[in-house]
């Protein structure tokens, strides 16, 4: 079963706050992906990567930065928090790109600006 | 470019009726579609996927869905539902390595 794991959970921080989410996947995937998750918008691609040291931008990149520096951790960061952040966020992972794997979410990381 | 819609955005029904949940999509080739389920503080979880062949494609516990390619959709469908069956469903369209999701649909199974 693949595994993926994201770290805080739950995260509260003030406007100009600095957050880092983290992602660990056991799966030896590729891929690996960052989302959020607001009501009425669906899941939105912020950003992702196909491998240790490569980054992409998705479709709502702005205020986020992300690295990923192993196969296994891909990290989400945002330097000046601000309440638009606020938002549950998704990593995923997958092993042969989207037009014929699947993704594999981790349980979500719940952030809140103050 | 590329888009999927999500029409209803809350959906009910009974335990034991038939379920449609709908999904529309805007891509100028032949599209790669999933279906996700999101079960509450859960992260998704794959349904089912279509890539090719077989228009109607089956999935885990017992859904399925149609593509449609004159009709741009691909819903998805249930002959009797159960109540554990109440979720947040997502209708997906993969270009190239990025997945781009609806905006999803909350499924309420009534007793």
């Known amino acids: 079963e693949a595994a993926v794991t994201q770290s805080p959970r739950n995260k509260v921080t003030v406007t100009g706050g600095n957050v880092t989410l983290s992602c660990r996947q056991t799966?030896?995937?590729?891929?690996m992906y960052w989302y959020r998750q607001d009501t009425g918008h669906g899941l939105r691609l912020i950003h992702y990567s196909y491998g240790a040291g490569n980054l992409q931008i998705g479709d709502v990149p702005d205020g986020y930065k992300a690295t990923r520096t192993t196969q296994e951790d891909f990290f989400l960061l945002l330097e000046l928090a601000s309440p638009s952040q606020t938002s549950l966020y998704f990593c995923a992972s997958s092993g042969a790109g989207l037009n014929t794997g699947q993704l594999y979410f981790g349980e979500g990381s719940k952030l809140t600006v103050l | 470019a590329q888009s999927v819609t999500q029409p209803d955005a809350r959906v009910t029904v009974s335990e034991g009726a038939s379920l449609q949940l709908r999904c529309k999509y805007s891509?100028?080739?032949?599209?790669?579609l999933f279906w996700y389920v999101q079960y509450p503080r859960q992260g998704l979880q794959l349904l089912l996927k279509?890539?090719?062949?077989?228009?109607v494609v089956q999935g885990v516990n017992s859904f399925e869905a149609e593509f449609s390619k004159s009709n741009s959709s691909f819903h998805l469908q249930k002959a009797s539902v159960h109540w554990s069956d109440s979720a947040v469903y997502f209708c997906a369209l993969g270009n190239y390595n990025v997945l781009y999701f609806g905006s999803g649909t909350k499924l309420t199974v009534e007793p």
């Open positions: 799966n030896s995937h590729n891929y």
């Open positions: 891509y100028s080739a032949t599209p790669y």
């Open positions: 279509y890539y090719s062949g077989d228009p």
